[in-house]
């Protein structure tokens, strides 16, 4: 097997979304405008609630997934169709938007600490104008594998004989949350057809003898495995794969489509209350 090497290492930038909360943006900053089929990678976290405590008000989706994963803390959520729902610290919630959602989230400490991530994953063409759906999953849902130093939450794929609940059939994404013990190797087989990339968040790692610093996404390379040191203290980072999808890309804001038309479409059903139009599907543990 090939192992994968770094092809870009973007350190995140601080960027204001919501009623004010500042988020790490590595995926969809001036850097790294797109990585097929991922659209944006947020971390957010503070241990001040007034950072975060407005939260994220109402706000429109359409044409686009996005998997949420808590690391510390609880994230309140509802949406305009009546689902509620409340993700707690290991919890994962796999949002497909598709013809449109509104909805809100907001962030809540637990024991003085909120973190976690949200991905942006792109939708085929054909499946932009779907319904939309939730799959969401309490952390007892999620698998851990355990051996040598090394501990891995399988929040989607597989790894060590254990699969990860969410499922994304587009692009079949890969999402790891890998812990390891000083001195210690990970290895991975990842499909040569996938896109994937680390985010280091704790601690440092090293990658074909490329440092990765915390806070620090690396895009990688062909190959069929990726394989990451760490370091003297340890490292904690996510390991995220996914099948590009090869389509036209046209972003503005929360609507991400395949034309401009479709974007003025979006804006034009939005102002006009006909955004949403079916009640979200509810799947979980």
């Known amino acids: 097997m090939t192992a994968r090497s ?78 509620r729902g409340d993700l707690r610290a290991g919890g994962a919630q796999w949002m497909k938007a598709a013809s449109g959602v509104i909805h809100s989230e907001m962030p809540q400490q637990t024991q003085g600490l909120m973190r976690g991530f949200q991905l942006w994953i792109n939708l085929p063409a054909a499946d932009k104008m779907s319904d939309p759906a939730y799959q969401e999953f309490s952390p007892e849902a999620i698998p851990v594998a355990e051996e040598n130093g090394r501990h891995v939450r399988v929040v989607s794929g597989t790894y060590g004989g254990r699969t990860g609940p969410i499922d994304d059939p587009a692009t079949r994404v890969h999402y790891l949350d890998v812990t390891l013990a000083a001195g210690r190797v990970f290895t991975h087989r990842v499909e040569a057809d996938m896109t994937a990339f680390v985010y280091v968040f704790e601690g440092e790692a090293a990658l074909a003898e490329t440092a990765l610093p915390r806070h620090s996404l690396a895009v990688l390379g062909p190959g069929e495995a990726v394989e990451i040191a760490a370091g003297n203290g340890g490292t904690r980072f996510i390991l995220v794969a996914g099948r590009p999808l090869h389509e036209p890309i046209v972003q503005y804001g929360p609507f991400v489509m395949n034309t401009r038309a479709e974007i003025e479409q979006a804006f034009a059903d939005y102002r006009d209350n006909r955004l949403v139009r079916k009640k979200a599907r509810w799947a979980g543990d």
Request: glycine letters at 10%; a negative charge; proline letters at 6%.
């Open 6 to 83: 770094i092809v870009q290492l973007i350190r995140a930038s601080a960027v204001t979304e919501g009623a004010g909360v500042t988020v790490h943006r590595t995926i969809g900053t001036p850097a790294c405008r797109h990585l097929d089929p991922f659209l944006m990678l947020d971390h957010f976290g503070s241990d001040d609630p007034d950072e975060y405590i407005a939260g994220f008000p109402d706000h429109p989706h359409r044409g686009f997934i996005t998997l949420t994963y808590m690391l510390n803390g609880h994230m309140r959520h509802q949406d305009s169709m009546g689902n």
